[in-house]
């Protein structure tokens, strides 16, 4: 069986940076959703389900560290493959990221190439008898 | 406590650093590193409330701390102290 298309999902509140990401993940024929609001990415992640989660860190609305603090507590070691997007690159901030449950830290400005590999990486995410814990 | 808008969008993050590590002293820099850039001055206007109402402390120019008050704001039960037991 062919392997399915991967579904990332972006959240990021510059808007064509989204756009940007959308174009640069569709052109390797994978399934994009995306949101500038942070206070979305729950629903959307629970209704879309994705294999992998691009977060800013810093939108206006909820922090990518509270979005992915949300999700870790949704969906625990089975939460899909978060990926944080952030101008900060110091030991302090990929610490942060890192405890906050998210497996990469991509530090603007981010290499196309690099972040389209690093993404076309993650495995096919088994969202089937997953249930999303109550809250 | 009234806090503004912006206050409590701050004490938010600091709950997420928080909620990542369970101490009060924290960076500075990873408190920052959620704000973004444009609304950079709002959300530090917003700091400088929480340290107003004494939620927080500044321990030096990179570190700050949150307060019992400041526990008590982010929802952390603090322990009360027993009470020593009273000899006959």
């Known amino acids: ?135 | 406590m009234d806090l503004t808008p912006g206050e409590k969008t701050v004490l938010r993050q600091i709950r997420a650093l928080y909620a990542t590590e369970a101490r009060r002293e924290h960076q500075l820099k990873a408190l920052m590193m959620q704000w973004p850039p444009i609304h950079h001055e709002t959300y530090k206007r917003a700091y400088g409330g929480l340290l107003a109402k004494l939620l927080i402390q500044g321990v030096d120019a990179q570190v700050f701390r949150l307060t019992e008050a400041g526990l008590g704001a982010i929802g952390v039960a603090i322990p009360k102290p027993r009470p020593l037991p009273v000899k006959a």
């Open chain 1, 1 to 135: 069986m062919a392997a399915r298309p991967l579904r990332v999902f972006i959240a990021d509140d510059n808007r064509d940076m989204v756009m940007l990401l959308g174009i640069l993940f569709r052109s390797e024929g994978m399934v994009v959703r995306s949101t500038t609001r942070g206070t979305e990415v729950r629903s959307a992640v629970a209704e879309f389900r994705p294999d992998a989660v691009l977060l800013d860190i810093a939108m206006p609305d909820r922090s990518g560290l509270e979005v992915a603090l949300e999700l870790i507590r949704d969906y625990g070691e089975r939460c899909p493959v978060l990926i944080a997007i952030t101008a900060h690159s110091s030991d302090v901030a990929r610490r942060l990221t890192a405890k906050s449950g998210f497996r990469h830290h991509v530090a603007k400005p981010y290499d196309p190439d690099a972040l389209l590999k690093l993404v076309a990486s993650v495995e096919p995410h088994d969202w089937r008898s997953l249930s999303i814990r109550s809250t």
